[in-house]
């Protein structure tokens, strides 16, 4: 088991750059996959943008509102996906279906 620190962020940007990328496949606003999970817009943001750790309940929520298995959000991202300073990059794209719902594209809360 790897218990460095460094590991841990890695899985984090891989997680919020897999995140990112199936939402915008989808055609998806972070605040239109918020309103489909059921959580708050700057939630989506911070996660994406790695600021903060995401549960394994939301990971969950944000799997099913982009309509695949949740394990797809921790693949392995494409080289040079993550810049310097750990900002997420766009990255290649994914073959997702988009979900029932997911037509959902603007609207406020």
């Known amino acids: 088991m790897n218990t460095d620190p460094h590991h841990a ?28 999970a059921g959580l708050h817009r700057t939630y989506v943001s911070q996660v994406e943008r790695t600021v903060t750790n995401v549960s ?5 929520k944000l799997a099913l509102a982009l309509g ?17 300073t750990g900002e997420v990059k766009q990255v290649a794209a994914k073959v997702a279906k988009p979900p029932a719902a997911a037509k959902k594209t603007g609207g406020g809360r």
């Open 56 to 60: 394994l309940d939301n990971v969950h």
């Open 9 to 36: 962020r890695e899985l984090r940007v891989r997680f919020a750059a897999n995140l990112r990328e199936q939402r915008q496949i989808l055609g998806l606003s972070q605040e239109a996959l918020a309103d489909l």
């Open 68 to 84: 695949i298995d949740a394990h797809v959000l921790f693949l392995p991202m494409a080289k040079g996906t993550v810049g310097k």
